[in-house]
């Protein structure tokens, strides 16, 4: 595995601040397993967060729940939206990609972002990932009060 020095000239991931703290928050939630769940957007324009369930309730990998997935796909096709970024949480490591998290890239260079929760504040960091290195790419917080889309697919 081979970390590729981040591209200054790369265009940021915008996350809002609302939709930062919804991911740090369900990370914390879902701790000591990893979390996961996908941002929506147009672009590089964070625009939604959806929670999806970790169907592995593993504390060292995640796969998200394929009826999650599904239920997913049909909100951001009725809004004209994409996935922008993947998360998932790294409770006990930090926000660096794991092997696993490149042998399990099936979404080729869709933005990663990782949530470590080592220390009490949680460090956030985005990634592309490829088979065998993964790329730092710069991402900033956005004050945009707007939340487009919100959902909690957790079991009731």
Known sequence: MTEIPSDPNQPPLILPWAIHEAMVAHCRLDAPLEACGLLSGVGRSVQ???LLRNREARTDRYDAEPLDLLHA???????NQEIVGLY???PQWRAVPSRTDLE???H????RIIVSLLDQQPDVRVW???????EEIP???SRDPVLHQT???SPP
């Open 73 to 79: 796909w049909r909100c951001l096709r009725r809004q």
């Open 88 to 90: 998932h949480s790294h």
């Open 151 to 153: 959902l909690d697919l």
């Open 108 to 111: 080729g260079d869709t933005p």
């Open 104 to 106: 399990r890239n099936y």
């Open 139 to 141: 991402w900033r917080l």
């Open 128 to 134: 592309r990932l490829d088979a065998e290195s993964y």
């Open 48 to 50: 939604g967060i959806f």
